[in-house]
């Protein structure tokens, strides 16, 4: 069964940083890109980052260029999201997905497995 279970998520200042994680279990990790998506209340969910098998091809939503960097480590089957410099409108739950595919994705019907989510919130 696949899993994929994220945490980091926490409370914090206007201008802190945060380092999420999404450990994978249950699949073949470094076959699979991987994004993170984020979901603020009454919003729909939305692309932040996305990352190919290898790590080398790397994609970002325009609103976390230059302050998020996604990354992985396929010998620990995890992925990261470090964010820096974060603002209010980042206050979200943040969910990692998993693609089976060498094309870095950046749309939700492309990711076949999802975790459960960690909450970020961002107070100014």
């Known amino acids: 069964q696949v899993q994929l279970v994220e945490s980091g998520g926490g409370l914090v200042q206007a201008g802190d940083s945060l380092r999420l994680s999404c450990a994978a279990s249950?699949?073949?990790?470094?076959?699979?890109?991987m994004g993170w998506f984020r979901q603020a209340a009454g919003k729909e969910r939305e692309f932040v980052a996305a990352i190919s098998r290898s790590g080398s091809v790397i994609r970002y939503a325009a609103s976390v260029k230059g302050r998020f960097t996604i990354s992985r480590d396929n010998a620990k089957n995890t992925v990261y999201l470090q964010m820096n410099s974060l603002k209010p409108e980042d206050t979200a739950v943040y969910y990692c997905a998993a693609d089976l595919s060498t094309v870095v994705y950046t749309t939700i019907p492309s990711y076949d497995y999802w975790g459960q989510g960690t909450r970020v919130t961002v107070s100014s």
């Open positions: 249950g699949l073949t990790f470094s076959t699979y890109a």
